[in-house]
Structures are given as structure tokens and as C-alpha cells.
């Protein structure tokens, strides 16, 4: 029972990993950050291993277990992990490699920076996730019809924002690389 | 998904994806990686249901509260700050606000007013290191860059970094007064910096360019006040935009850009050999550096300007 529980998780980390590690990744400003949220992610998902839904939609699960281990960390009640150094290594070397971003850039983040939590949530999910309509409501654990209007104002605020900010919205050129 | 295309706020949600520190693609290979192997066997290790008592077990070791705190604001997605925290991180947390109230060298001046530091560049040319002794000289860690900004966009703060900071530590910079012109008498790039500002800020300041110099920043080459001032080149054929470009004395460059399958955003064309013709179409104009505007264009008509979306 326990081998069939271990391959079950052990088959959804390996799916799982990368995406989660890039959910984290995209939200923490430290590399220690990111590598604890990605580690009590995982341990949280193995004590519940049990409710651990099939493939397609474990990742929509974990991204919820995420957003709230990430919760908890901004409110400082974040559990400090005992982490291995490979993890730590791993992880500090994508940090490392962040490119630098254009200059019209920082100021995008700062307007983004100063959305309220849930807004910058709802955007981020959509735009760094790639996540529709139906999955967004599996993470965020509301009906669609919420999602949907939830959005639409999200992005009228950021619009905002950024219009404020002086950005005209979709004039910095989108290079191919 | 269909809400999401909706092409006049389409792009809002493409800035969003630029901000992404790294995407999914990119940590192809992460799960086999020696991190992803040595955090699963820690997980697994325990029995279901309790790995709890692991994690609770090295709870002790958490940074104090306020810290942790401090570092989450610093900047969720700031990207370009990330690399000096990890320099000047503690350090510079430790060494305190200076007493001084005023200090003034050759490229610029600070004064302590009320809740804020004014500080008013004498020199927007000057080595950045006199902007950055200056501050420090009033216990503050700001960095400044002076930028090379087409005309419009002299005085705008184009980019902050934030490093190591709270909610409470601002930064705000303009033209003082504001919209005045630079070069007349009285007319400083300024920028303000909140008391007690702890850790490490950044500004990126738009400044005149010189000549020759590449524009870092820029507006569109139609906005009052740029090179093309009153002119809307968009959806317009090459020859024509061409033609008052050297009206103006302009001299013209061109990018070939092909507009993103899904009809929202743009990218530009790797090979960028092709020779335009008059009879290509222009969907922006920008200024590249005093007297060279360059086109963005395709050869092709296209239902919608794929750069402003509209």
C-alpha cells in the first residue's frame, strides 16, 4: 500500500516539479524563499498524498497548495526548511541567471508590485501559469463565472496602473529570442 | 479563453508574461536535477501523513519575523535588483541612517525636507559614483543611473529597483518643477527618497541624450515634443512615412517585425535582411537617437497594428 502510495507521488513530482519549482521561482525574491515554498509544497502534497488527484489535474492542486504555503510565507509564518544543498545550489543558479530586463521593464514590475495580492495573483496564473478560465477556478477553488469577472477587473486595475505609470500597454516590442 | 483575446487589453496580460523571472520551458531537465532527486528522498523518507513532524523540527531555524518580512516586500518581482541584494545584502542593512541633513557636490544636492530627501542634479552627465557618494553621505544606499531618454521622456523614472526594503521606503523622481525644461534656469531632474530609507534603492532616470548617443528610453517618435511630433505613421505605407521622415531631416532605419500567431503582441524577425519597399506597411515609429527614427514594419497589410493592438 505504502510502495503504490510512494510510486503515485513519486509519478506526479516528476510531472510536477518543474512547474511548481517555476511557480515559485516567478514569485519569491530570494532563492531561499522559492526552494523552502517548493519543499513544503511537495511535503504537504505527500501527507496528503491520499487526496492527490490524477494527472491532469494534480498540478492545478499543487498550484493551490502553493499560493497558499506562498500565503504563509508573506505573512511570515513560512516553515523553514532544513534543505539539502543540492536543492539550495540548484535553485541559487536560476536566480543567477535572471536576465536583466529592458528598462521600460522595472517600471511594468513596480505597477505589477503594487497590485493588490489577489490581482497580481489572478494575472500571474493567466499570463506565467498559461491557465484558463476552468483551471483557474480548480485553483482558486470558485465557480468560473467569479473567475471571469474576478479577471476582467483585475486587468482593468492593471491597465490602470499601468497608465499611470506612463506605459502605453503593448508598445514595448516583443523580441523573438 | 475567448475573453482573454480580446484584443484591446490583450497586451496588459502579454506585460505580465514579460515580468516572469524565468518560464517553465527553461527548467526542462530541473526535476531530474541533483535538488529535485535529494528533496524527494527527504519527502518520501517519512511515512504519509508525517512529514509534518520533519518540517515542524526544523521550524527553530526561520529567520526572525521582521526580516523575512522585510525581504518578501523587497521587490516581488524586480528582477534587476536581485543580483546586487545578494552583494550588498546585509551590510549595508547594518550600517544605519546617517545624521546629516544636507549635502551637495558637484553633479548633485540633497536636503532632508520634512519626511523626504530632495536631491537635484546638478550634472546629469556626472560619474554615477558622485550621484551614489552623495547619498551615502546622508546613510542612504541609493544607486542612480542616468539614462539616455529621448526628449519626452527626460525626467521619467523609467525603472526602481528595490533591494532589502518595507512598504515604508519610497522612491519617487520627476522633473522639479514639474514638466519644466531642462536646460532652462531652475529646472533639475530630482528625486525624492523617503526618511529611514533602509537598504538598497535604485533609480533609472531619464536624461537628455547626447549626440550620437542611443535613446534607452523612449516615446512614441509621433507624441508633441519627439521627432515626428503630430505625425501618426502607424498603418501608413514606408514610402510615405519615409517621405516626411526626410521632410524633417530625419534619417530612417527600419525593423521587420511579423505579428505573434494568436494576433496579439509582436516579435521581431530574426533575419532581418530583406529589403524593405515603399510599398511596406509601418506600425510604430520610435526614436532610436537624435535624428534617426526607426520603422517597425511588415510587408504585408495586416487587419490590426499588432504593436498598439488596435
Known amino acids: 500500500m505504502d510502495d503504490d502510495r510512494r510510486r503515485r507521488f513519486e509519478a506526479v513530482y516528476a510531472q510536477t516539479y518543474e512547474p511548481i519549482l517555476g511557480y515559485a521561482l516567478r514569485r519569491c525574491d530570494s532563492p531561499e524563499d522559492a526552494a523552502d515554498a517548493v519543499a513544503e509544497t511537495f511535503a504537504i502534497a505527500w501527507r496528503r498524498v491520499d487526496a492527490l488527484p490524477p494527472h491532469a489535474e494534480a498540478r492545478l492542486w499543487l498550484y493551490g497548495i502553493a499560493r497558499n504555503v506562498l500565503a504563509n510565507q508573506r505573512r511570515g509564518q513560512a516553515r523553514r526548511w532544513s534543505r539539502s544543498v543540492e536543492l539550495d545550489a540548484d535553485i541559487a543558479d536560476l536566480y543567477a541567471h535572471s536576465p536583466e530586463g529592458s528598462v521600460e521593464l522595472g517600471a511594468i514590475a513596480q505597477a505589477f508590485k503594487e497590485l493588490h495580492d489577489d490581482d497580481r495573483e489572478l494575472l500571474s496564473l493567466v499570463a506565467w501559469e498559461g491557465l484558463d478560465h476552468a483551471q483557474l477556478a480548480k485553483v482558486l477553488d470558485c465557480s468560473r463565472n467569479a473567475v471571469r469577472i474576478r479577471l476582467h477587473r483585475a486587468r482593468k486595475r492593471f491597465s490602470k496602473a499601468l497608465a499611470g505609470a506612463g506605459i502605453s500597454v503593448n508598445r514595448l516590442p516583443v523580441e523573438s529570442r | ?281 509601418v506600425w510604430a515609429a520610435e526614436p532610436v537617437q537624435v535624428g534617426t527614427v526607426r520603422l517597425l514594419v511588415t510587408e504585408k497589410h495586416l487587419p490590426k497594428n499588432p504593436v498598439t493592438g488596435e
Open chain 2, 1 to 281: 479563453m475567448n475573453e482573454l483575446s480580446e484584443p484591446a487589453r490583450a497586451s496588459e496580460l502579454a506585460r505580465v508574461g514579460e515580468l516572469a523571472r524565468v518560464k517553465d520551458e527553461q527548467l526542462a531537465g530541473q526535476a531530474s536535477g541533483a535538488g529535485a532527486r535529494a528533496l524527494l528522498a527527504t519527502i518520501v523518507e517519512e511515512k504519509p501523513g508525517l512529514a509534518i513532524a520533519t518540517v515542524t523540527a526544523a521550524a527553530g531555524r526561520r529567520a526572525p519575523r521582521s526580516r523575512r518580512a522585510r525581504r518578501l516586500f523587497a521587490g516581488l518581482v524586480t528582477t534587476a535588483a536581485l543580483a546586487t541584494a545578494a552583494v550588498m545584502g546585509p551590510v549595508l542593512l547594518e550600517r544605519g541612517a546617517g545624521t546629516a541633513t544636507s549635502y551637495a557636490n558637484a553633479a548633485i544636492d540633497i536636503e532632508l525636507r520634512g519626511d523626504e530627501y530632495i536631491a537635484r542634479i546638478k550634472d546629469p552627465f556626472a560619474d554615477h559614483s558622485l550621484y551614489a557618494k552623495a547619498f551615502q553621505a546622508m546613510g542612504l544606499d541609493i544607486g542612480m543611473e542616468l539614462i539616455p531618454a529621448s526628449p519626452t521622456r527626460v525626467g521619467d523614472v523609467v525603472r526602481y529597483g528595490f533591494a532589502g526594503t518595507t512598504e515604508a521606503d519610497k522612491l519617487s523622481g520627476g522633473l522639479e518643477p514639474d514638466g519644466c525644461a531642462l536646460g532652462h534656469e531652475g529646472c533639475f531632474l530630482a528625486v525624492t527618497v523617503s526618511k529611514g530609507f533602509k537598504g538598497r534603492g535604485t533609480f533609472y532616470l531619464g536624461r537628455p541624450a547626447k549626440p550620437g548617443e542611443k535613446y534607452q528610453a523612449q516615446a512614441k517618435a509621433g507624441k508633441k515634443g519627439e521627432m515626428l511630433e503630430g505625425y501618426d505613421a502607424d498603418g501608413r505605407t514606408v514610402g510615405k512615412v519615409a517621405a516626411e521622415a526626410r521632410r524633417r531631416g530625419l534619417r530612417v532605419v527600419f525593423r521587420i517585425i511579423e505579428p505573434n500567431p494568436d494576433g496579439n503582441g509582436f516579435g521581431t524577425i530574426r533575419d532581418q535582411s530583406a529589403k524593405v519597399g515603399e510599398r511596406w506597411y
